[in-house]
Nanobody, 125 residues
Framework: QVQLQESGPGLVKPSQTLSLSCTVSGGSITTNYSTWSWIRQPPGKGLEWMGFIGYDGSTYYSPSLSSRTSISRDTSKNLFSLQLTSVTPEDTAVYYC?????????????????WGKGTLVTASS
């Protein structure tokens, strides 16, 4: 049973950087073929995939956010992190970390099988 827990400040000022971490237990972020994603949901809107870091450290980002998004990892602590720069009020959302722990043959599609509970981050002055 994989568990994920988001952590970080719940408030960030516009123009600053949003930083979150996702601590993983019950599984390793280096498990072969696993991917570790950040997804967000603004109030009243749908889920938006932001990007992922793979088991080998490779990263991929949503084109709409790639210029501002960075995902990294600390394998010694079994966690991965999100940084979103130049934050605006439109970045206010519940931020989730999630994982696809096994490759299912659909190499162009992510199917998350474990999610964190999410954490609300408000971008406001």
């Amino acid at each position: 049973q994989v568990q994920l827990q988001e952590s970080g400040p719940g408030l960030v000022k516009p123009s600053q950087t949003l930083s979150l971490s996702c601590t993983v237990s019950g599984g390793s972020i280096t498990t072969n073929y696993s991917t570790w994603s950040w997804i967000r949901q603004p109030p009243g809107k749908g889920l938006e995939w932001m990007g992922f870091i793979g088991y080998d450290g490779s990263t991929y980002y949503s084109p709409s956010l790639s210029s501002r998004t960075s995902i990294s990892r600390d394998t010694s602590k079994n966690l991965f992190s999100l940084q979103l720069t130049s934050v605006t009020p439109e970045d206010t959302a519940v931020y989730y970390c999630a994982t696809q722990t096994e490759y299912d043959g659909e190499y162009l599609t992510l199917r998350m099988n474990y999610w964190g509970k999410g954490t609300l981050v408000t971008a406001s002055s």
